[in-house]
């Protein structure tokens, strides 16, 4: 296999890892409500224990995110790719047999931590496989086949169980990782684990104040995006509700729209850094694309289940530069810390699903969901835009090198 057959095979594993990543966050966004209502729940703890639950995963990720990092720098990718999927799989397969919410708020914090490694080592891996014109194409396959991974959770929690689902992705995990059985490490991290610069160390990866602020400025341009998946897509039966919808949107329905639109969403803004030649400009774009169509969501009053779901997947093709996010996070940093960084930051963005639910849950009784939601929205969407100002281009950068 040659060096450019070797580099596309890396992308294809990242990518299929993608796809079971986002089956995941997305098959738990659909089966909250029949899960729950399994358990006994019912009314108002609908919602508030599906925001626990959700947090709960979230928060794993986060750490995950740091512990998988850190090891995806002092190990490799490879053993990242392996030992993530593997955890995610078997809390997967144990959660279509929970009894009791705290046995689901347990394997939820599992499965987050197994799944956070996914993502970035995947993308870290084919940024330094790939050439450095070709770095954008390939993490916008990744994102593309990994957005399918919604729409697959959809049509399974359509026609499945809640419990059957959840062994389909226990399956599907175990089956990527005999499929990763072929993949190569990096070059530019076999170099660097040659050398005796620091690596694997989260402390080290924010020693200084300058790498914080900059980590702190690629989270910071992600956090539109999980405001749409964290509030607008998780708890749209209860948005739509909210919002006077003629007929809430389903769980199902809300996510399969908004991912259909990350899917275009992930190609579009692929081609468009491409054809641009810069990162931040397509992020600036699809940014404001984000805000413009989620206040239209927001301002809606009344609409029928047709013209919902349509909005859905507008507002989800300008969300969806999830894959040029990504991509942004990783060449921001040097070999020896950017699994660190590209694993943490994705799931720091995810994490911050817990303080954007809380202040909305938190401002909910004074100022009502709708108005919680927009100024949320616009927090979020101001960070976002200021720390694209703060971050250097990166289309065209050499990525060998350390910190």
Not at 101 to 121: D, K, N, W
Request: charged share 15%; aromatic share 12%.
């Amino acid at each position: 296999m040659n060096q450019n057959r070797k580099a596309w095979f890396v992308v294809i594993v990242a990518a299929l890892g993608y796809f079971v990543d986002i089956f995941d966050i997305a098959l738990f966004s659909i089966t909250r409500v029949p899960s729950l209502q399994a358990l006994g729940l019912s009314g108002d703890a609908l919602m508030s224990q599906g925001m626990l639950l959700l947090n709960i995963q979230m928060f794993g990720m986060l750490v995950g995110g740091l512990a998988w990092g850190a090891y995806g720098d002092r190990r490799g990718r490879i053993e990242v790719l392996f030992g993530s999927i593997l955890t995610y799989s078997i809390a997967n397969l144990l959660n279509a047999f929970v009894t009791s919410v705290p046995q689901y708020a347990v394997l939820r914090f599992i499965a987050g931590f197994g799944l956070a490694g996914e993502l970035g080592a995947g993308i870290t891996l084919a940024t330094e496989s790939l050439p450095r014109d070709k770095r954008g194409i390939g993490t916008t396959v990744i994102a593309t086949v990994g957005v399918l991974g919604a729409m697959t959770a959809s049509y399974t929690s359509e026609h499945y169980s809640w419990r059957t689902a959840y062994i389909v992705g226990g399956v599907l995990g175990f089956l990527l990782l005999l499929f990763r059985a072929g993949a190569l490490e990096s070059g530019l991290f076999a170099k660097v684990k040659e050398s005796s610069v620091v690596r694997g160390s989260v402390r080290y990866a924010f020693a200084t104040r300058e790498r914080v602020v900059r980590c702190w400025h690629c989270i910071a341009v992600g956090l539109p995006i999980y405001f749409v998946a964290g509030v607008l897509v998780a708890f749209a039966p209860e948005v739509s509700t909210a919002l006077g919808f003629q007929e809430p949107l389903s769980a199902g329905e809300a996510v399969f729209c908004s991912y259909l639109g990350f899917f275009f969403g992930d190609v579009s803004s692929g081609l468009v850094s491409q054809y641009l030649r810069s990162r931040i400009k397509t992020l600036v774009f699809f940014t404001l694309g984000t805000f413009v169509m989620a206040l239209v969501i927001l301002f809606s009053n009344g609409l029928d289940k047709s013209a919902a779901k349509t909005l859905y997947i507008i507002l989800g093709s300008f969300a969806g530069y999830w894959a040029i996010f990504v991509t942004v996070a990783a060449e921001q940093f040097g070999t020896n810390i950017r699994a660190t960084m590209a694993t943490s930051i994705p799931n720091f963005v995810r994490a911050s699903t817990i303080p954007i639910t809380a202040v909305i849950t938190l401002m909910k009784p004074q100022v009502g969901l709708k108005n919680a939601a927009i100024l949320v929205l616009l927090v979020c969407t101001g960070l976002a835009l200021y720390s694209m100002t703060r971050l250097q281009e990166t289309f065209s950068k050499d990525l060998d090198y350390v910190e």
